[in-house]
Each structure stands twice: as C-alpha cells, then as structure tokens.
C-alpha cells in the first residue's frame, strides 16, 4: 500500500488552518500545519512533501519567500498559495514556479482537485527523476 501523500500547511489562523487539516485529512492526506514560514522552513527539512499549502500573508517568511525556498532546495515539492490577495502577487507567485494560486474564500471541491492535482505532480517528478538515475 502505497503512503499517504503529505501535505505541510501554513496558515497563522487558527481556526482556518483547523479547518483545513480537517478537510484534507478527511481527503486521506497526511498533515502537518504549522502558524508561521519560519516553522514551515523547518518542518520543509523533515520531508519529502508532496505539496506545500500556505498563505501569501504569514509571519516571519511569507508565501513567496517560501515558493523561493522550495523552488530552491526540494524543487518536486507542488506549492500551492491560498490568499485572499490575487491580481499581481498571484501573476508572480505562478511566474516563479507556483503550481496553484487559490483564493479565499475558496470552494472545497476546488481545493481538493488543486491539492490532488499537485501531489501528483510532485509524484510523476519524483518517478521521472527516479526513471533518469
């Protein structure tokens, strides 16, 4: 049997991030959620992760920074941005490797697809890095 993707949320409500490991346990992921970018850093290190979920607007290292940080350093983990900003900071957020930029208030169903659709890419990624060894 085949484990369960992992999926580390940043997210400093705590009432939304609650939420959100619910409804993405229930989703049959693996969670991991954390309050703030610094934390994230270094639960990042802990991984592998399938899909870095976080909002543009948290403390100390914010989404952006973050997308930076895994674009840099585990670059087959799908991060997907979740704020209630768009326009501009999405633009750039999808322009500098996002795979998903999501918008708050979101739709469940259209969180669930995005979060499947991510993990999945970070799995053909890791079997097509695998394959070229």
Known sequence: MEPLPRVLIVEDDNELRNVLCEQLERADYRVVAVADGLVAARELEDGPWEVLLTDFRVPRLNGLDLLGLV????????????SAEGGDTAR?????????????PYELDHLLRTVKAAAERTSELRDQRAASK
Do not use: E, H, P
């Open 71 to 82: 674009s840099a350093c585990w670059s087959d983990t799908s991060v997907v941005l979740l």
């Open 92 to 104: 750039l957020a999808l322009k500098r490797g996002a795979f998903a930029w999501i918008t708050k």
